[in-house]
């Protein structure tokens, strides 16, 4: 089996990144009303190489938003089923003038594909089409394999829960497999046995009915954007501890257990503050920066505006200034409490002079999936395979909301599989993706369906 993979995939490689780079193409950004037609092209474009792979079936299901992209190839109902998860929505690539090359027309240089979704997560949950059809084609197939491509998952998956919750018997399955996390790096690959819940607000503060003129109201009214800054800088303290009442209560804290295997995770900080441009390093005290990324809980501000900030100077007292915030969470943090927590804390802390409004966007839970189950054993076994060492074990920054409404629904644990690299400018301009991960992905995931049709 592994030199019919190697061979097929050595045959296939330009043809697999062809196909890639067409949907890369597709702007399919969730968030934007005017990529609606996009949403559906592309949904459409991800049902046809379900297809082509080998699916026996595949159908786009519609939403009261973007469309579900669900297949499956069942070759044997003994035998245990993956369910692929992956999205087709992409984030928005503002701001366009830092991108080096057009969002959506893909550019490859230095061995990386540099567009927007190229490897969140369109890079991704292709590699697991084409694994689909290198197994299909070469009749080595061991598993049933069901896909679930969503288009919503930049905008917190809305629409999935009450497909899920209606379609438990077609999505019935063993394990969910899914490739939208990363490694530490290709010399020490790792595998995400956890990732960090969300909450995301917006806070908007209103003092003065209209914009005034700096000179002549200044020192008279609030500003709202004096007032939102002094709001937000109010959440951290001096050692970079958020000072919310109530934010830490259920948080689960990491045993030093886990922080020592943590801590020997490879972790070059010169090269880390060097990708990012920075000179130094910043956080929670106490913890380190894999930590801090990791196993412990964090409050951002995503985004703020407010008066003027076009050419040119314009001496004006805004009347509105706003700004958008997210949490991290870790486990046993709820994403309701949280959102409900942070939507007290801005409204009680309002100073008068000034009106506050406070909206809930989107959220999802934090999630871990346990490292002695068969699933995670016959992944770990799979990246031993074609990397040639253990993979670490490490806990996720990043959120999956799903995770959690999966398990729910459905009663079976994720595994989660991904080949990106911290350094992929995810949500950023100039994403990108390694040549080298691409394949490498799928060259491992049909050892994974192997290991995992043995040891279910």
């Not at 917006?202 to 709202?224: C, F, I, Q, W």
């Not at 972790?267 to 503050?273: D, I, P, T």
């Not at 001496?315 to 915030?325: E, R």
């Not at 999630?367 to 068969?374: E, L, R, V, W």
Request: hydrophobic share 35%; net charge negative.
């Amino acid at each position: 089996m592994m030199k019919a993979w190697k061979d097929y995939l050595d045959k296939n490689r330009d043809r697999f990144l062809e196909e890639l780079l067409e949907l890369l193409r597709i702007p399919s950004v969730s968030a934007r009303t005017e990529h609606k037609n996009d949403m559906v092209k592309c949904a459409e474009a991800v049902k046809q190489r379900l297809l082509d792979a080998g699916a026996d079936m595949a159908e786009i299901i519609p939403t009261d938003g973007h469309p579900i992209v669900y297949g499956e190839k069942i070759i044997d109902s003994s035998k245990p089923t993956v369910l692929v998860y992956g999205h087709y929505d992409v984030q928005p690539a503002d701001p366009l003038e830092l991108w080096n090359s057009g969002p959506f027309d893909p550019v490859i240089k230095d061995g990386k594909i540099y567009a927007r979704g190229s490897c969140d997560d369109k890079g991704q949950f292709y590699m697991h089409v084409k694994a689909l059809e290198m197994m299909v084609k070469t009749k080595t197939l061991s598993t049933n394999i069901k896909f679930c491509i969503e288009g919503e998952e930049e905008v917190g998956s809305p629409n999935l829960g009450k497909f899920v919750a209606s379609n438990k018997e077609q999505l019935k399955a063993d394990v969910i497999l899914i490739s939208d996390t990363s490694m530490i790096s290709m010399e020490n690959p790792s595998i995400d046995v956890g990732v960090r819940g969300l909450s995301y607000i917006e806070v908007e503060v209103t003092g003065a009915n209209r914009d005034l003129h700096s000179g002549v109201y200044g020192g008279a009214v609030a500003n709202p954007i004096t007032i939102l800054a002094r709001m937000i800088a109010s959440c951290h303290d001096e050692n970079n501890h958020i000072t919310i009442p109530g934010f830490y209560d259920d948080v689960v804290e990491a045993t030093p257990e886990e922080r020592k295997k943590l801590g020997a995770a490879p972790f070059n900080e010169a090269e880390y503050k060097k990708d990012l441009g920075v000179n130094a390093l910043w956080g929670e005290k106490g913890y380190t920066t894999n930590e801090r990324t990791g196993i412990r809980p964090t409050l951002e501000l995503n985004g703020i505006w407010g008066g003027y900030t076009g050419e040119g100077s314009k001496t004006v007292l805004p009347s509105k200034a706003t700004a958008k915030v997210s949490a991290r969470l870790v486990p046993n943090q709820s994403s309701t409490k949280i959102t409900e927590i942070l939507l007290n804390y801005f409204t009680k802390i309002a100073p008068e002079g000034v009106t506050v409004k406070v909206m809930e966007h989107h959220g999802g839970e934090p999630y871990m999936t346990p490292i002695d189950s068969s699933a995670y054993k016959a992944a770990a076994a799979a990246v031993k395979d074609t990397f040639g060492k253990e993979p670490i074990p490490v806990r996720g920054g990043g959120s999956i909301p799903i995770c959690s409404l999966f398990e729910k629904e459905l009663g079976i644990k994720i595994v989660f599989m991904g080949f990106g690299l911290d350094s992929d400018n995810l949500h950023s301009p100039n994403e990108k993706y390694d040549l080298f991960n691409f394949y490498k992905g799928i060259e491992t995931i049909p050892y994974f369906h192997q290991h995992f049709a043995q040891m279910a």
